[in-house]
């Protein structure tokens, strides 16, 4: 799963992206692309929104890699989030985008995930592919 947030200003209208690429073996199986977005939002909510939306449309199970540019999104969920569920999803001058953390944490824990982060803008072509579908998604509320 390759996903990727996009914002025009920060705070501003935002998208965010998904490719998502069954394999077997090396050879590509299937593929789908998701794409969404909001009028008034930050590039860290559409960065959670498109690792979210991708781990809750697969309705089965999985062993699978999430691929983000957004170290926000591999650190918090690698690293941070457990000291945020001890502390009762607080911490010290407060925690942004708690409920989506919540519920990334959640869709993470129907599979097993690993997260990877690539340098966004490198020529990765499916890292370049979410980030069309999060300009896409954005589009709609960009004046």
């Not at 992206?17 to 069954?22: N, P, S």
């Not at 170290?71 to 457990?82: M, P, S």
Request: proline share 3%.
């Amino acid at each position: 799963i390759w996903t990727d947030g996009a914002c025009s200003g920060n705070p501003g209208p935002g998208g965010w992206g998904v490719l998502l690429i069954a394999r077997e073996g090396e050879r590509v199986r299937k593929e789908r692309e998701l794409s969404g977005g909001e009028p008034e939002t930050t590039n860290n909510r559409m960065e959670l929104m498109a690792a979210i939306t991708a781990l809750e449309t697969l309705s089965d199970a999985a062993r699978i890699t999430v691929v983000t540019d957004s170290a926000y999104v591999k650190d918090g969920i690698t690293k941070w989030v457990h000291g945020w569920k001890r502390n009762g999803w607080k911490k010290k001058g407060g925690l942004k985008n708690a409920e989506l953390w919540q519920r990334l944490d959640a869709a993470r824990d129907r599979h097993d995930v690993t997260w990877e982060w690539v340098k966004g803008h490198a020529g990765h072509p499916e890292n370049e592919r979410a980030d069309e579908l999060a300009r896409q998604g954005m589009a709609p509320f960009k004046g």
